[in-house]
């Protein structure tokens, strides 16, 4: 029940192209769904986090959308540029004061110039 | 730059041995969290602290411990280490352990453990 479940585990699209991350949960606890990106050697950073009041947040290329009934959420880039090759890392958290992050599994994405 | 800060960045021991991560949060955060990140399981919470006390605990082994200090820094002392404790542990911090929202976690740079 404290999985996100993450896919697809790798991804390859073109320059230009849209890049579709897909996480889905089981605890209906978690109010806090934050997209993290990884480049190789370097910490997990934050990318954009939504809660589930709204169904959608954009920030620049990058858009969350969130489906409460169906306990999914998704990870839009648009226009993908090949600097935006990286892993990504959807990931939930309770709203209880212990906020631990709990992690998808991670989609590898590689944007081919 | 997320202003967290870890030391070492690589560190090579053998099996059996005890090693110590080191951890500076951003400046004025009061939680720090304990990752770690290896091939086959992913990103695991391992430890919560927040102004130095323990608030919360994950896939910790026994084996393992932390601390947070009165300057905030925490460390996380592994002991009688195995091979599979190989992985990439990462630090985050918070600016706060709250009821209402949850905080953005800035993660640092993380230091690769290998144990031969």
């Known amino acids: 029940q404290q999985q996100v479940k993450q896919s697809p585990q790798s991804l390859i699209v073109q320059k230009g192209g849209i890049s579709i991350i897909n996480c889905a949960y089981e605890n209906t606890a978690f109010d806090y769904f934050p997209w993290y990106q990884q480049f190789p050697g370097k910490g997990p950073a934050l990318l954009i986090a939504?809660?589930?009041?709204?169904s959608e947040k954009k920030e620049g290329r990058f858009t969350i959308s969130f489906n409460k009934s169906a306990k999914q959420f998704s990870l839009h880039i648009m226009d993908s540029q090949p600097g935006d090759s990286a892993t990504y890392f959807c990931a939930a958290s309770m709203n209880t004061g212990f906020q631990k992050l709990v992690f998808g599994t991670g989609t590898r994405l590689l944007v081919s110039p | 730059d997320s202003g967290v800060t870890q030391t070492p960045k690589h560190l090579i021991t053998a099996t059996g041995q005890r090693v110590t991560l080191r951890c500076s949060p951003r400046s004025g955060d009061l939680s720090v969290y304990w990752y770690q990140q290896s091939l086959d399981q992913g990103l695991q919470f391992l430890i919560q602290?927040?102004?130095?006390?323990?608030?919360a605990k994950g896939n910790i082994l026994e084996r393992f411990s932390a601390q947070q200090f009165p300057d905030l820094h925490s460390e996380l002392n592994l002991s009688s280490l195995e091979l599979g404790d190989s992985a990439l542990y990462f630090c985050?911090?918070?600016?706060?352990?709250?009821?209402?929202?949850?905080?953005?976690?800035?993660f640092g740079p993380g230091t690769r453990l290998t144990v031969l």
């Open positions: 985050a911090s918070s600016a706060r352990q709250t009821g209402r929202s949850a905080d953005t976690q800035y």
């Open positions: 939504i809660r589930p009041d709204v």
């Open positions: 602290y927040y102004n130095g006390e323990e608030r």
